[in-house]
C-alpha cells in the first residue's frame, strides 16, 4: 500500500533530535518524529519515594502530558484528575527508564523525566520514551561531570515505536491517519541488546495470528534499531 507521506512499510518517520533543547533541566531535547513533537526534560530530585528511604537506591519516574493545541481540535487540561490514558503512558515511560538505570549507583535520588506533547501526529509514547531516553543520559552526564556519581549508572540503551497491521501489510512507524485505521495496533519498547521491556498489542478491528505476530516483532526491531543509532548520533 502507498502511505500517505510516500514512506516504504518498514521505514520510520524522519527523525530529528535537538539536545539541550531547555535551558534549566539538567537533561532536556526536542523530538520530532515526523510531525508529532515531544519535549522531553529530566530532573535531579535528591529524594526518594518513601519506601526506599535509607536503602541506597534511587528511582526514576516520568509524567506525561499533550498541550491542549497539540492536536486537531482542543482537549481540555487536565488540572485536577488525570485520564487513565495519560496515566498509563506515563507509567510505561517510567517503567521503561527504570530498566535501562542501575537505581543502585544511582543513590538516593530521583530522576523526573517530564514528556510534553507539543504537536501530536500519531506515536506520542513511543516518541516520548525514545527522547526521555535521551535527556535521562544528558542529565546523569551532567551529575557525574558535577561529581555527584562516579559512573554513569546505565545499563542499557532504550527506544520504541509503533507497528501496524492494514489491510494485511505490517506498517512501521504509524501517523495518526494509519492508527486510527490499523486492524492491529502496537507499540513495542526494546533495549540495545535486543531485549523487550513491553510489548502493547492490540487487535483493534480484527484478531492477529502468530505468525503475524512474530512479522510485527521483527519489523519493529528494524525500526527500533534505526531509532537507537539516532539518539548515538544525537548523544555524541
Known amino acids: 500500500m502507498v502511505r500517505s507521506d510516500g514512506r516504504v512499510n518498514e521505514k520510520i518517520r524522519p527523525v530529528k533530535i ?8 539538567e537533561g532536556s531535547c526536542l523530538i520530532e518524529l515526523g510531525q508529532t513533537k515531544v519535549i522531553c526534560t529530566a530532573s535531579v530530585d535528591n529524594k526518594v519515594p518513601p519506601h526506599l528511604k535509607d536503602t541506597g537506591t534511587g528511582w526514576v519516574t516520568a509524567e506525561y502530558s499533550m498541550l491542549p493545541r497539540a492536536t486537531n481540535t482542543r482537549n481540555q487540561r487536565e488540572r485536577t484528575k488525570l485520564s487513565g490514558r495519560t496515566f498509563e503512558i506515563q507509567r510505561l515511560i517510567g517503567r521503561a527508564m527504570r530498566a535501562c538505570v542501575d537505581l543502585k549507583q544511582l543513590g538516593e ?3 523526573i523525566l517530564d ?9 506520542t509514547r513511543v516518541a516520548s520514551i525514545t527522547g526521555a531516553y535521551v535527556a535521562l543520559v544528558k542529565a546523569l552526564r551532567t551529575m557525574k561531570d558535577k561529581g555527584l556519581i562516579s559512573v554513569l549508572p546505565l545499563k ?3 527506544a520504541a515505536v509503533s507497528v501496524g497491521l492494514i489491510n494485511g501489510k505490517i506498517l512501521v512507524d504509524l501517523c495518526y491517519e494509519e492508527d486510527s485505521k490499523a486492524d492491529v495496533d502496537m507499540n513495542v519498547v526494546m533495549t540495545g541488546d535486543g531485549g523487550f521491556i513491553e510489548v502493547q498489542g492490540t ?3 480484527s484478531t ?3 505468525e503475524e505476530l512474530d512479522q510485527l516483532l521483527q519489523s519493529a526491531q528494524k525500526g527500533i534499531i534505526e531509532l537507537l543509532k539516532l539518539q548515538k548520533e544525537a548523544l555524541k
Open 203 to 205: 487487535g483493534e478491528n
Open 109 to 111: 535520588r530521583t530522576i
Open 115 to 123: 514528556c510534553d506533547v507539543i504537536q501530536a501526529d500519531g506515536g
Open 156 to 158: 542499557n540503551q532504550v
Open 208 to 210: 492477529f495470528s502468530k
Open 18 to 25: 535537538t539536545i539541550d533543547y531547555i535551558k534549566h533541566a
